[in-house]
Nanobody, 128 residues
Framework: VQLQASGGGSVQAGDSLRLSCAAS????????VGWFRQAPGKGREFVAV????????SYAASVKDRFTISRDNAKNTVYLQMNSLQPEDTAVYYC??????????????????????WGQGTLVTVSS
């Protein structure tokens, strides 16, 4: 599966953005999709993940209650709605996919090493 992330931009603190991760392939619903971010000089950080069916989600503590991950398998697209953005959310955001049992009794894949398909990243800059 090939992934294409989009929707990044420059916003003010408190604003919202919606990122999209579009995928090729007819079996996208078999993949858990996660969002990660990488700030300058830092490692890649888990943000959120959604199961293939969309029925299960998991978030990093730093974004819970502000970000919402969702998917539309008919459109082969996963979304990350980001509200109340803060300067510390500034990073390049990546989407990634992996065939996973998450949502079927398996834990959410929240480590970068667990994913084998990556998009190219989209930059989010939040100014105060």
């Amino acid at each position: 599966v090939q992934l294409q992330a989009s929707g990044g931009g420059s916003v003010q603190a408190g604003d919202s953005l919606r990122l999209s991760c579009a995928a090729s392939g007819r079996t996208y619903s078999s993949y858990a999709v996660g969002w990660f971010r990488q700030a300058p000089g830092k490692g890649r950080e888990f943000v959120a993940v959604i199961s293939g069916s969309g029925g299960s989600t998991s978030y990093a503590a730093s974004v819970k209650d502000r970000f919402t991950i969702s998917r539309d398998n008919a459109k082969n697209t996963v979304y990350l709605q980001m509200n109340s953005l803060q300067p510390e959310d500034t990073a390049v955001y990546y989407c990634a996919a992996v065939r996973s049992g998450y949502g079927l009794g398996y834990p959410p894949p929240d480590g970068p090493h667990e994913y084998d398909h990556w998009g190219q990243g989209t930059l989010v800059t939040v100014s105060s």
